[in-house]
């Protein structure tokens, strides 16, 4: 067994300890090799509760062990069956997410440079084989590597050692050692996905096709580095980003990028994982469609915008449902509108509120009537654009290339169906600065418009 840790030498290492072979092959193997790799070694346990006694047992033979041999240690308890119902995830998905909030608090209180984990060759093996089998991407066929996670602005790298090391060399270094371990029955069972294909898939493709776990290995490393030039080609052309909760794909003919970037926003954004291919087709063709056509899935909305598919929370093309006085905000009894800031004042703005996010309007005050409210967008509201002609609000939006995402956020000043000013994009002719104009008030919020980051005036 020959782990790889040559990039880690010189380092304060905490290694994720469960009591089982693999693990403790690890441990033993760091503990007496410290001094000539410099390292620093503490290590921690996680007890998921979810074996009763047994459990407590694993983490005792831990303590104990550490304790003999001179590893300072922390271990953690919970119980991932009654977290799993909490949370409403399946026991697995719940443990993973123990075991990684275990990695942060053993990290800030060891100060660790790294979690060491035990993932060994055929753990990689399993993990693209059920990915693969899932009818993952490319990403998801990159196996098991180190990477960094992050949590509430903590940092910390997660290394695996062990992944070029087969089972049968992590075993034969137990026995050549006499390193202790304790079985954990639950690996037996067949009803783990895994398990099954630890027990049964991998013993027969290896029997089939000769150190086909290696081959693997070499596959997903192979994938890892299409999956880094394809992430690389998608920050090049900044393909994904958010905006106003809403998950912005750029239009982009190439089926890998525009899907890499579809899966992305599902599930780093939203956290969904239960997405399909079918799914991600449906995404990809929806930039090819007329501006404003939609689907919804998995409790979201896909929508086609000018040069982009938005992905949003249904929830989030709810209207605000504010019906606020203008006087409420020209007296500055009210700031806020629908969550965003919102002024409307009689006072000059500074030059400093104009940046790139904000738009200005200015308007004649007394061309308002005193019933006027700030809200949102209704059935029937019609808008007399600056300079002339009276349209239908909603046909406004659609002339201005307005996502439909946000018309439903976007505050107004109206009386009753009447529109005077669409915030953040343009005033009505009605309330124009003219000649006779006695008092002069401006608008000054997020800008809605398509040509996003300019500031306009209406003089």
Not at 86 to 97: C, D, K, N, P, Y
Not at 149 to 177: D, F, H, V
Not at 248 to 274: M, N, P, W, Y
Not at 355 to 377: C, E, H, W, Y
Request: proline share 3%; charged share 25%.
């Amino acid at each position: 067994m020959k782990p790889e840790l040559s990039g880690y030498k010189n380092l304060k290492i905490c290694v994720a300890v469960s009591g089982g072979r693999d693990s403790m092959a690890l441990l033993h193997y760091l503990c007496n090799h410290a001094k000539e790799l410099n390292v620093t070694l503490t290590a921690l346990n996680c007890d998921h509760q979810i074996r009763g006694e047994r459990s407590a047992a694993d983490s005792l033979f831990v303590k104990n062990w550490c304790f003999k041999n001179g590893v300072p240690l922390l271990t953690y308890k919970c119980d991932c069956i009654a977290l799993a119902q909490q949370l409403g995830v399946g026991i697995e998905e719940a443990a993973r997410s123990f075991r990684r909030n275990c990695y942060f608090a053993a990290a800030k209180e060891f100060n660790a440079d790294c979690i060491a984990t035990a993932h060994h060759l055929n753990d990689n093996a399993e993990t693209v084989l059920f990915n693969l089998a899932r009818g993952a991407s490319v990403g998801g066929v990159k196996g098991i590597y180190d990477t960094e996670i992050n949590k509430n602005g903590q940092q910390i790298k997660l290394i695996r050692p062990l992944i070029s090391c087969s089972r049968q060399e992590i075993n034969e270094y137990i026995k050549l050692n006499n390193v202790p371990y304790v079985e954990d029955e639950t690996n037996r069972s067949e009803d783990y996905t895994r398990n099954y294909i630890r027990i049964n898939v991998l013993p027969a493709l290896e029997k089939a096709v000769p150190e086909a776990v290696k081959s693997i290995y070499r596959f997903s490393r192979l994938a890892a580095e299409d999956e880094e030039f394809i992430r690389s080609e998608m920050q090049k052309r900044n393909l994904l980003y958010s905006e106003d909760g809403a998950a912005i794909i750029k239009t982009c003919e190439s089926r890998a990028l525009f899907s890499r970037a579809a899966i992305d926003a599902i599930k780093v954004l939203f956290g969904k994982k239960d997405y399909t291919s079918d799914q991600i087709e449906t995404l990809y063709n929806l930039q090819f469609a007329e501006n404003g056509k939609s689907f919804n899935f998995l409790g979201l909305t896909a929508q086609k915008e000018q040069g982009a598919v938005s992905v949003f929370a249904e929830s989030v093309n709810s209207s605000p449902n504010e019906n606020n006085p203008l006087t409420d905000y020209l007296c500055g009894k009210r700031g806020i509108f629908g969550g965003q800031p919102l002024k409307i004042t009689v006072d000059s703005p500074q030059s400093g509120i104009e940046n790139a996010q904000s738009k200005i309007l200015k308007f004649d005050l007394g061309a308002v009537p005193q019933t006027a409210v700030v809200r949102t967008m209704r059935e029937g509201d019609k808008f007399t654009k600056f300079g002339g002609g009276t349209k239908k609000l909603c046909d406004y939006f659609t002339d201005k290339k307005i996502p439909q995402r946000l018309r439903l956020k976007i505050p107004l000043i109206a009386t009753d169906t009447d529109i005077l000013a669409v915030c953040g994009v343009e005033i009505s002719d009605k309330i124009k600065i003219k000649n006779t104009t006695k008092t002069t008030a401006y608008i000054i919020c997020k800008s809605y418009a398509a040509e996003s980051g300019t500031v306009r005036k209406h003089d």
